[in-house]
């Protein structure tokens, strides 16, 4: 299984970006869906994850209320839309299949190659 991940960019202190993530195969369907982020020097981090079914959906503290996970399932597609977008928002967002038992604790199966978001202030 392939992930393809798309939409980052260079945007403005308060802007927004949709990153999007393509799977190669429907497989992804049954697996919960993850976006991480890992920043200059820093260690890679949960961002938010979504539900096979999309009922659920989960979200770090430090983006709450900012970004929105959502899935399409007919498209094996994954979404994460970032509204208010702040400079400590700067990474690569990393997108994943897997699963959890608990949140934030996600395992991941199948790994994207990162999209850069540099937010500027």
């Known amino acids: 299984v392939q992930l393809q991940a798309s939409g980052g960019g260079l945007v403005q202190a308060g802007g927004s970006l949709r990153l999007s993530c393509v799977a190669s195969e429907p497989t992804t369907r049954i697996y919960l869906m993850s976006w991480f982020r890992q920043a200059p020097g820093k260690e890679r981090e949960i961002v938010a994850a979504?539900?096979?079914?999309?009922?659920?959906?989960y979200y770090v503290d430090s983006v709450k209320g900012r970004f929105t996970i959502s899935r399409d399932n007919t498209k094996n597609a994954v979404y994460l839309q970032m509204n208010s977008l702040k400079p400590e928002d700067t990474a690569v967002y990393y997108c994943?299949?897997?699963?959890?038992?608990?949140?934030?604790?996600?395992?991941?199966?199948?790994w994207g190659k990162g999209t850069l978001v540099t937010v500027s202030s």
């Open positions: 994943a299949a897997g699963w959890m038992t608990s949140w934030p604790d996600v395992e991941s199966k199948y």
């Open positions: 979504i539900s096979s079914s999309a009922t659920n959906t």
